[in-house]
């Protein structure tokens, strides 16, 4: 029988070449006669002649057309390319029995720009992958942002159940990156403690594996019919939530296209020495893995590079073995996003990006070892029932192996460390102890990390607006101090507060705008609503800083007081005020539209509540009370803006009762 010539880690019978036009082949080509498939034949004659060219070109050569196989079986002839770009094929020929008696060799010329179009082939593949990731990690979070928003923020203290979220969670996203850095903003704004990032990390490492297993199932072969299907929803379907699902899948074909086209620019290089003899030394565990882990580091995705890692695989430029290195220097970049994440946040959130850090440099220092081990057991198991490993079987069965090895080494460490999380907490503690100096911030959940995500960034723009109004609420109890104690120590608390709550309205402002650039309409619907608490905020701010505090300073300064009968009206009224604006403060919260409509029945219950209080007030007067009148302007100009204090407040109620479900 007529057999192509095997030798691992070369491309030993010379199939299969890439050479520029008009070139001679680098390597020979080599065939080989055996009998019983096993048994060289020498002497035996084997003919080669030209199967097919290029329209038009001339210049295809084969130096020898009969030869004769040696001790080895092998016959060897050499060939020079035609002056047309594309495929050139040769077969050859023995006489025998056997159906293997013909074979087919082909060889690809290129121009000798060769090497520019392979790099922007690659260059537009990558982007493709990278963009269509997003794109599929966008309408996929759009989609489920909520329940994420939800879940991962009230996380329980189960590592079981956390462990679990992190992995489905990162299978959705398809960015353990993405897991990460949002963890990280969670710790930062104090939504999540730190320990309870540790099994979510966990889990997140899982579920990242899912693209290189999806990628090994030859997803590529659809990626079309994914595109066409994504982009028809998307373009076609009016709804917010149809056109997330037309979105995903839009990227999940964009992705794998990118993909195909990676691995179509490759092509060529199996045939190119300088890239092979590079390619030989990532067997060196050193070199693999600082290669992985620079490239994921600059690229930003694990995904993206252990993708390429594949395709390099299947197009046979690299052996398994050098897979792996590469794919543990995967992991371990993958952590250098989080940390770039972390530079401007708290500790306890740069410890997310830390254990992420050292969870992956543990995966490289237990399994760099192993990497040979693995490598006889994946080949063993993989082709243990296959009498001959042809290069075919060995392209197509090494992306598979890949992704094995990615899923396994993730699942392993998972299962050593799960038991131990409370030692690995107190390692961490140990590495990086709490900071004793308390540091101020002004902005506590707000994070710009997470704007690309509209559904967590409003939930922590919510947060934010919910800790200015208890500010402000909290300036309101303590103006009433200022009148009925005259005292100044609250006037200067107030006033210390007064920049800080403009400043901090300010900035979530500016967040929900930005916001409102990548926001649906649902989500417009909940930055039309927090802009609208923070505008009645603001005057209920500048009600106290502004005018109740400048006539506190004159009460202060001129030692006015009360009558019993009028402070005890203004504390009661001041009282009611508080109630008011702490309903409304939940109505806010928690979108509870049954109290909203309560309260707003009430709403005539206090005019009538402020007239009663003039009333009396003016009666007072004209009975000649010296206290009261002494003060009358100034009671009045109280009575007045806890009165303007509570209609807005009340107008935080009115938009939830006029905007109804549209808000919630």
């Known amino acids: 029988m007529l057999e192509k010539p095997i030798i691992k880690g070369d491309n030993y019978s010379g199939d299969k070449q890439h050479q520029k036009l008009g070139g001679d082949l680098l390597k020979i080509i080599r065939f080989r006669v055996t009998k019983n498939d096993t048994i060289p034949i020498k002497g035996c004659l084997v003919d080669v002649s030209i199967l097919s060219m290029p329209s038009g070109a001339t210049g295809f050569v084969i130096r020898d057309r009969k030869l004769f196989t040696d001790e080895n079986g092998i016959a060897r002839t050499y060939i020079t390319l035609g002056n047309k770009e594309g495929e050139y094929s040769v077969i050859a020929s023995i006489k025998s029995n056997s159906n293997k008696r013909f074979l087919v060799y082909s060889f690809y010329a290129k121009s000798s720009k060769w090497l520019l179009f392979l790099f922007v082939g690659l260059l537009g593949g990558l982007g493709l992958f990278l963009f269509g990731m997003e794109m599929m990690s966008n309408g996929l979070q759009k989609s489920a942002g909520d329940k994420m928003r939800n879940i991962l923020s009230r996380i329980s203290k189960n590592r079981s159940i956390a462990f679990g979220a992190g992995a489905v969670f990162t299978m959705i996203i398809q960015s353990s990156t993405a897991m990460a850095v949002m963890l990280m903003s969670f710790v930062n704004s104090r939504l999540m403690p730190y320990k309870s990032t540790i099994p979510i990390l966990i889990g997140a490492a899982i579920g990242t594996t899912i693209t290189a297993q999806l990628i090994a199932f030859k997803v590529t072969d659809f990626a079309i019919v994914f595109i066409g299907i994504g982009a028809s929803i998307y373009l076609f379907v009016k709804n917010v939530s149809g056109k997330n699902i037309g979105e995903s899948l839009l990227g999940f074909g964009l992705l794998f296209f990118g993909l195909k086209i990676m691995s179509e620019s490759m092509y060529p290089l199996r045939s190119w020495d300088p890239f092979l003899n590079l390619l030989l030394s990532f067997e060196n565990p050193l070199f693999g893995i600082t290669v992985g882990a620079l490239f994921t580091a600059l690229i930003h995705s694990s995904s993206a590079c252990i993708g390429i890692i594949m395709v390099f695989a299947s197009q046979g430029l690299i052996s398994l073995e050098s897979g792996m290195y590469l794919l543990l220097g995967a992991n371990f970049g993958t952590s250098a996003t989080a940390l770039i994440a972390g530079i401007n946040t708290t500790l306890e959130a740069r410890k997310v990006a830390y254990t992420e850090l050292i969870y992956k440099g543990l995966m490289v220092l237990l399994f760099v070892g192993f990497v040979p081990l693995l490598v006889k057991l994946f080949n063993y198991y993989s082709y243990r029932h296959i ?64 704007l690309s995500t509209p559904v967590l960034a409003l939930n922590l723009a919510k947060q934010e607006t919910l800790r200015l109004g208890r500010k402000v609420y909290l300036l309101t109890d303590e103006i009433i101090i ?96 508080l109630l008011i604006f702490k309903n409304a403060l939940e109505v806010f919260e928690s979108f509870n539209l049954e109290k909203a409509k309560e309260m707003k029945k009430k709403q005539k219950s206090f005019y009538e509540m402020v007239e009663k209080m003039e009333h009396s007030h003016y009666e007072r007067l004209i009975q000649g009370n010296t206290i009261d009148l002494q003060s009358s302007k100034t009671q009045l100009e109280i009575i007045y803006s806890l009165n303007a204090i509570s209609q807005n407040s009340l107008n935080i109620v009115r938009y939830f009762v006029s905007k109804g479900d549209n808000v919630t």
Do not use: C, G
């Not at 006033?495 to 705008?513: N, Q």
């Not at 309409?521 to 905020?537: G, N, S, W, Y």
């Open 387 to 450: 009498p001959v490993v042809t290069n075919d079987i060995l392209y197509d069965t090494l992306p598979r192996q890949i992704a094995n090895a990615h899923t396994i080494i993730n699942v392993i460490l998972a299962v050593i460390i799960l038991p131990i999380i409370p030692l690995f907490e107190r390692l961490m503690d140990y590495l990086f102890p709490e900071q004793t100096i308390k540091p101020f911030f002004t902005i506590k959940y707000l994070d710009k990390n997470m």
């Open 482 to 577: 200022a009148f009925s104690n005259n005292d100044t120590h609250a006037l200067q608390d107030i006033f210390s507060k007064r920049d800080e709550v403009k400043a901090i309205r300010d900035e979530i402002k500016s967040y929900v705008l930005e916001i409102s650039k990548n926001a649906d309409e649902k989500r417009l619907a909940e930055i039309f609503q927090m802009i609208h608490v923070l505008q009645e905020l603001s005057h209920i701010n500048d009600a106290i800083t502004k005018i109740l505090h400048r006539r506190a300073e004159k009460w202060i300064d001129r030692h006015y007081e009360f009558s019993l009968e009028s402070k005890n009206e203004i504390l009661d009224f001041h009282k009611h005020t």
